[in-house]
């Protein structure tokens, strides 16, 4: 599916409108971060600006924006940086026009939709990608000060440390602690500094 195609399929159905169409990712980047909110389709290769890298910054700035990435790559890894990214929606460039419609409207509801061609390709991260979400979901759940202090202790700092740095009591760090652990639904001596490690490039792209 190039750019042309794209367009005829989205404002063909007639659900849909297309704002603007863009040949590389720093043209797009810039006019998503002018402040339009909607649904992206962004390739993974852009040229300058990768897809992938567009999606890490409206992550990063909180953009009020949906993104489905529609490559031709089929590395799984690409995949899982997406999902890390809060990418919506992930298909194939050699999905049907029907499918790139359902995931629009999955994706405009709210919710999810990866091309099931990749589940049939790499059945082994089904569970990887499913363990993803979970963890996404657990994250929001969290209140700002509480992914202040997983950042902080993704830095490598102490309860005291973080304690001084948000201007806190230890003891009201230790709380948050205990409530973090709660909402992620771990357990044990040093689980969340565990946790936090294994986790830490999705907890910078989200506090």
């Known amino acids: 599916m190039i750019v042309a195609g794209l367009m005829d399929i989205v404002q063909g159905s007639g659900r849909y409108r297309v704002v603007a169409t863009f040949s590389n990712g720093t043209d ?7 402040g339009y909110e909607g649904i992206a389709i962004l390739d993974i290769n ?4 990768s897809g ?40 194939s460039k050699e999905n049907t026009a029907e499918e790139l419609l359902n995931c629009i409207d999955q994706v405009g509801e709210g919710k999810r939709y990866i091309s099931q061609s990749f589940f049939e390709s790499h059945k082994d991260i089904s569970s990887d990608i499913e363990s993803i979400f979970q963890v996404r979901e657990r ?3 969290l209140s700002q000060r509480e992914l202040n202090v997983i950042s902080l202790i993704s830095q490598g700092m102490s309860s005291t440390q973080i304690a001084d740095t ?3 009591s230890p003891k009201t760090i230790e709380n948050h602690r205990g409530n973090i652990c709660k909402k992620l639904n771990i357990t044990g001596h040093n689980s969340l500094t565990k946790w936090v490690a294994e986790h830490k490039r999705m907890i910078e792209y989200t506090s």
């Open 139 to 141: 994250i929001a759940a």
């Open 52 to 91: 992938l890298e567009i999606s890490r910054h409206v992550h990063q700035n909180a953009i009020s924006l949906q993104i489905i990435i529609l490559t031709l790559f089929d590395d799984p890894e690409f995949l899982l940086e997406a999902i890390d990214y809060g990418v919506q929606g992930y298909l």
């Open 166 to 168: 948000l201007f806190l």
């Open 28 to 34: 797009a980047l810039e006019f998503i971060s002018s």
């Open 46 to 49: 852009m040229g300058d600006v």
